[in-house]
Each structure stands twice: as C-alpha cells, then as structure tokens.
C-alpha cells in the first residue's frame, strides 16, 4: 500500500499497491463513497475531515465493525503504509488506520516548495529518506533486495506512456477541442495502477489514433460545432460528481480542458531516466522547469497555471475548492486576482467537495458557472 | 507554533506569537473561505484590514498544517513586512536525515535574521536566550503547581492570559512579573475544592474562547491542569542547554510529548498522555476543545475518543468557531456532562 509518489518503490518491489486519492477516486466511480462515509462517521469522523481521509477510516470501520458496504469498496489490510506526507493529512490517515488497525507505517517528509531556493536543499532530505528509510523498509518487509531493475522497466514504459500521452495532450490545443479533461482524467490510470504495465502504451496510441481520427473527421468533444467556452480546472477532479458538471458544462457549450492537478504527473518525458530510476523519481518532483512540489505553493500555482492559459487558449477558470481538501485551494482567491489582472481571463470558485454529495450544492455550481460566461461574453463584447 | 523564538529572542528582537484577532472577519472574506480555521481566518482579515503593518518581521512555520499554508502569499501581497520567513521543521519521522534537515532549517533562520538585523548571532547569545525560555517555562510550571493544588485561585481564563501575555511582550519581563506574582500565589490559603475537576485539551494552536472557559467553571467544574496550546503545551519540554545550542533547540522541537497531531507522531498515543495529566490531578473528565475546521485535531479525534472510552474517562467534545454565534448549544452539552460526572 502507498500513494504518489512513493508507491513506486513498492511497485518496483511487486508488491500490490493501493494510493489514497486514487482508491477515493474509484469509490467515488463506483458510487460506494456515501456508504464509507457513512461508515466513517459511525466510527466517530467530523465531517469536516478530508473525505479521501473519511473514506480510508470508514473502510477500516467497515471491516472492523462488519457494517454492511459495497464489497467492491473494501480493500485487504496491507502489509506496510508508506505515508508520503505531501499534504500533512496524507499523514494523519495512515496514522489513523496504525492506530486503528495496527498496521505499520513507513513516514515520508515530502515538503511542498515555497521558495525555489529551498529546492535542493529539500531535495536532498527527501532522497536522503528514500535511501535511509524506505528502501530498507521496503527490503526488510519483502525479505529481499530492492528491485531497481524493475524500478527500471517501469519508468521505461512510463516514459514511452507519457510521451505518447503528451501527444495527446496536444489535442487540447486544438479549436475546438477533441477531448476533455474528464477524458484525461479517466485515462490516467497507466500513469499509476498500470504504471509499468505495457498496456499503457497501448491504451495511449489507441487514445491517440482515436483523436486523430475525430481531427480528420470533424468530431470536436462536444456538440456538433465544438466549444464556446474553453475553460481550466483547477483542483482535484470531482471524482463523484464527473457526470453532475459535464451535464452543467455542455449545454453552455462550455469545456474543461487543463488543470494543473491532471499535469503534475510527468510532464516531460525526458526527466525520466530508466537507467538512474531512484535519482529520476526524486527529480521529477524537485527539479525541471517547473518542479511540481511548487505546484501546490502559490507562485508555482500561478506560473503554473499562467502557462496554461496561454498554452491552452482558456477564456476562464473553475477553481474548485474543496471545502475539506485545502490543497489546491492554498491562497485560491488571491490566485484567482492576480491571473485574472496577468491574463485577463476571469475565475470563479466553486466550492464542493470531490466525493461527499453532502458538500456539493447544485444551485451554487449554476450561480457561478452563470456569472462565469457572463464575465467572459462581457470581455468579449 | 513550533517556531524556536529562542533564535528570534537572540537577534534582539521580540518574538511574538501569531494570534486570533478579537474581531469578527469582514474583509477577509474575499481572501479565504469560511471553511479555514479561525486563526487563519482571523489574521488573514487583520493582514488585508492593514492591522498589522506595526510588525518588523513574520516568520510561518508552512508545514504545521495546510492551512497555514493559506497565509504566506497574502502576507506577501497585503503587508509586505521588512522581514519574511519559512519554516519547514519537519515533523517528528525517524532517521538522520529529518534531524539533519531540521538543523539546516534552524541554521538558515539563524542566518537571514542576522542578515535581517546586521548582528551575528553567536552560540552565547544563543544561549543566554535559551535561559531565559527555560526560566520563562520553569516559572510557568510553578504556576501550574500552585494551581494544581489550589485550582480555584485563578479563574482558568486568568491563567491563560498569563500565558498568553509571555507570548506577546518581551519575556524578560514576563519572568520579573511571574516572580513577583508566584510567591504572592504561593502564600495564599484557598479551602480544598470539593467541585468536579476537568481537563480541557486540544486548541492546538490558538487561545479557547474564554467565554467557554468561563461556562465551565460557571457550570461547577474547575480546571486544575490543561493541555492546551496556549497552556501547559506552550512550556512543555525545556530546552537541554549543550554545547550546540541550534543542536539543542532541535531536540526540543523532536520531542514527543505533548502529542501534537501536527508532528507525526504515532506510536505515542494523545490519549495516553492525557490519561496521565488527569490521574495526577485526580480529574474526573476531560473536555476535548476542538477549534472547527483544524484538521490535524479532526482526524485524530476519533481515535482519541475511542481510547478514553477504553480507559473509562468521561470525555466530551465541544467545537469552537472564531465567531461564536451562540454558546447554547455549547451550553447544553457541558451542562449533562457536569450532570454524567455527579455534578449540578
Ligand atoms: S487534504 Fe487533500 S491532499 Fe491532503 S490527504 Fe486529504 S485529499 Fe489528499
Ligand atoms: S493547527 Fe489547526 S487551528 Fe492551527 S492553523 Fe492549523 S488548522 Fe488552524
């Protein structure tokens, strides 16, 4: 068990692998999120938790208590949990489940960037508990030696994955639009379960093949004259409620394209270097142009998402803010007024929350989505 | 809150902890939403209200939580300080290379706070700050003591304000007013209280609303010890005077105890400790005091409540808001936990 960005090295030691955000992903998929939350609060959760957090205790609780949920959301209890703390709450879940479950924790320190001058220092910390500690760990609780060979067949397909990937990504580019974010977003799986899996590669020249075709025949994503509104998103997916904000979304001939969550995984594909596996993980979060440990800070939000815009064509910005993920929303609303003045393109924020229908207001997405297109038909006029 | 003063206090300057404004957020709301804890809304509004432009300096520790993380580029863009700097003290993970990347964190502060101010700060200064946090905190206990023998002398809200005050003026004189404020304490007779005794805890990092201090006692509870922040946390853990006093401070911030949901700590339980502090005040329940929307306490919360139930220690919880718009709910809940635990 683990999540980005460490769950690679228990990939590479073939140990089964489950990652927060995207087992919340799939109980949102299969509709089993209210139940395990429900769960979640049988046990005692606040409902102002984060709700990837509430889901992994409600399984525990499930399990724990047999409270009856869909069997489909209940996962094994693993072996080891790597907490990679990017976000100081991926710590306290993995906390959680030790304290409820017993099961062993293996802490990662994985700090967000503030400062681009903190990078290498920050780095070396990291990589230095990649060598002193998870690698050992790793060792020690699969009795054998760490597998970096593996660890370099799975980057060689990743980097043959996301190349293929970044092609698609030129897609976007396109007026109108051949796909959409939602289409990413339910195409990232080679990126992480399947990561090092062969059929990625396939699935992308598939995905690839398929936007060229739509190219050549004239098929844009939606409606048959394509987009009015090309749009970002900022933040986690809604993964529960995809269908809810595309059926919002398409009779305003309106389209979500980028976001800087969707292009934080391995954006360049030269960065990835199968022949240095450990050094090339460690560097794609803290080196490159645009180290994606500053993603999250503020100024690399805003350079992040200001190349976006203009790489993508936008006319306005969804920030969805989660009202108990704070990630993404880190100084959201300054964010919003200091693009918004750079690029001249309008935001609105939409609060919610990506998997509990107790969070989501359907009067307020149309309120804002409303004065969104109002705002852009106005630059326009 | 796990910022070393102990470094500032050496560059001569006077540290000051971040506080909760006592004004209800207006113009802050177009900067953070509702859903963000109070201090951080509360000094984010203070930030765009231009209330603290009299600060030299700001220093956030970005690590302690994600919404402190908020407050960084809002300071930068609406104050603007002479001084600004990040903290990332890690939390409290195994291995050489957390204490080792703590240390280079320590250092680099030391460093643009002499850049900062013009002065070296040498090992000796270092030190002679660090004894006058160590005083700072002994006679804090002292005051503690007295208070865990005699619980009435002070009104619980008296005491964190005597706490809270050695957070915000200059710690020097602190001490010379605690000095001449425990003897008087010491020489006082206070008939021993027959009333129901508490412990609050939680709060991790900002000051209770006095008012629920105050019901509690009004409801015929005393509170004879407290885990909170601004409380017995704020002087836990005295800092070991060695040779290397960066080395020394770092040590300090790896302790464990008291349990802080924001450092990473599991294999020590919160409830554990608390279970101690109410054994050794012969308390009678505990009340978790939870400010809404802290993360780090929510999560753990569970947890913890489980445990007291496993212990057999009456524990009710009571949740805060920088605006608190009615206390009755608050009211009624502390009410029937007096009335659980044999009280009125
Ligand atoms: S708060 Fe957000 S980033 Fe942090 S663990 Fe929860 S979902 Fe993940
Ligand atoms: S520790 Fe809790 S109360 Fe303090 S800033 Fe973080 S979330 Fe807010």
């Given at each position: ?80 949990m790597i907490a990679g703390r990017l976000c100081p709450e ?292 | ?194 009333k129901i005794k508490v412990i609050p805890i939680g709060c ?92 780090p306490h929510a999560c753990y919360y569970p947890d913890f ?40």
């Amino acid at each position: 068990m683990g999540f980005a960005p460490t769950f690679i090295f228990a990939f590479a030691m073939g140990m089964k692998c489950h990652f927060m955000a995207g087992y919340s992903a799939y109980c949102g998929g299969i509709g089993a999120a209210a139940e395990v939350l429900q769960a979640a609060e049988m046990g005692g959760d606040l409902a102002e938790s984060c709700s990837y957090h509430r889901l992994h205790m409600g399984m525990a609780e499930a399990v724990k208590r047999n409270i009856p949920i869909n069997p489909d959301a209940i996962l094994p209890i693993p072996d080891i949990m790597i907490a990679g703390r990017l976000c100081p709450e991926m710590a306290y879940y993995a906390e959680g489940l030790n304290r409820r479950l017993g099961v062993p924790v293996l802490p990662v320190e994985f700090p967000i960037v503030f400062d681009r001058e903190d990078v290498p220092r920050i780095k070396k910390y990291f990589a230095a508990q990649i060598k002193e500690t998870v690698i050992p760990t790793l060792e020690k609780v699969c009795g054998k030696p760490f597998d970096y060979d593996r660890m370099s067949e799975i980057l060689t397909v990743l980097k043959k994955v996301v190349t293929v990937r970044n092609k698609c990504w030129e897609f976007f580019k396109e007026k109108p639009s051949y796909w959409t974010l939602w289409d990413y977003g339910v195409s990232i799986a080679p990126l992480f379960y399947m990561m090092g899996d062969p059929v990625g590669i396939t699935y992308y020249e598939k995905l690839l093949k398929e936007l060229q075709e739509r190219k050549e025949k004239g098929i844009p994503a939606i409606g048959p004259e394509g987009e009015k509104y090309r749009l970002y998103w900022d933040g986690w997916l809604p993964w529960a409620f995809l269908g809810k904000f595309m059926r919002k979304l398409t009779p305003h001939a309106a389209v979500c394209l980028t976001g800087r969550y969707l292009w934080e995984f391995y954006p360049d594909p030269d960065m990835i270097d199968p022949e240095h596996p450990v050094e090339t993980w460690i560097n794609l979060y803290y080196d490159g142009k645009e180290p994606l440990a500053m993603e999250y800070a503020p100024k690399g939000a805003l350079h992040e998402i200001g190349n976006l815009i203009e790489d993508y064509s936008l006319d306005g910005m969804i920030m969805f803010s989660s009202k108990t993920c704070r990630l993404w929303n880190i100084s959201q609303l300054d964010v919003i007024d200091m693009l918004e003045k750079k690029y001249g393109v309008p935001g609105v924020i939409i609060e919610g929350d990506m998997i509990d229908p107790a969070m989501v207001s359907d009067s307020q997405i149309d309120t804002r989505l409303e004065a969104l297109f109002e705002l852009i038909d106005a630059r326009r006029r | 809150m796990q910022v070393p003063e102990e470094i500032v206090h050496a560059a001569g300057l006077i540290p000051v902890v971040i506080w909760r404004g006592n004004e209800a957020v207006t113009w802050g709301h177009s900067h953070i939403p509702p859903y963000y804890c109070g201090i951080v809304r509360s000094f984010i509004d203070d930030a765009v209200r231009g209330k603290l432009g009299f600060m030299d300096g700001m220093i956030f520790h970005v690590r302690q939580c994600l919404l402190i993380m908020d407050i960084p580029l809002i300071i930068e863009r609406h104050v603007k300080p002479e001084y600004m700097k990040l903290l990332y003290l890690p939390p409290v993970y195994p291995g050489e290379a957390t204490r080792d990347f703590l240390i280079s964190d320590l250092e680099l502060f030391k460093k643009s706070l002499e850049e900062y101010t013009g002065n070296t700060i040498t090992d000796d200064m270092l030190k002679s700050s660090i004894a006058v946090y160590n005083e700072n905190r002994s006679l804090l206990e002292r005051l503690y003591e007295i208070r865990r023998k005699k619980p009435q002398i002070l009104t619980s809200a008296e005491v964190m304000k005597i706490v809270w005050a050695g957070m915000l003026m200059q710690k020097e004189d602190h001490n010379e007013l605690l000095k001449e404020l425990l003897p008087l304490m010491e020489a006082m007779t206070i008939e021993p209280t027959t009333k129901i005794k508490v412990i609050p805890i939680g709060c991790l990092c900002q000051i209770p609303p006095f008012d629920v201090l105050n019901m509690i006692e009004d409801l015929g509870m005393v509170i004879p010890d407290d885990d909170l922040y601004v409380g017995s946390r704020y002087f836990a853990n005295k800092v070991n005077m060695n040779d290397n006093p960066i080395e020394a401070l770092a040590e300090r911030h790896l302790k464990k105890t008291p349990v802080c949901p924001t450092k990473g700590v599991w294999d020590v339980l919160w409830a554990d400790d608390v279970e101690e502090m109410v054994k050794l005040n012969n308390a009678s329940g505990v009340i978790s005091i939870h400010v809404k929307f802290c993360p780090p306490h929510a999560c753990y919360y569970p947890d913890f409540k489980s445990r007291m139930i496993e212990k057999g220690i009456p524990e009710i919880l009571v949740q805060v808001e920088h605006e608190m718009l009615s206390m009755e709910g608050i009211k009624t809940r502390l009410q029937s936990f007096t009335e659980s635990l044999g009280g009125e």
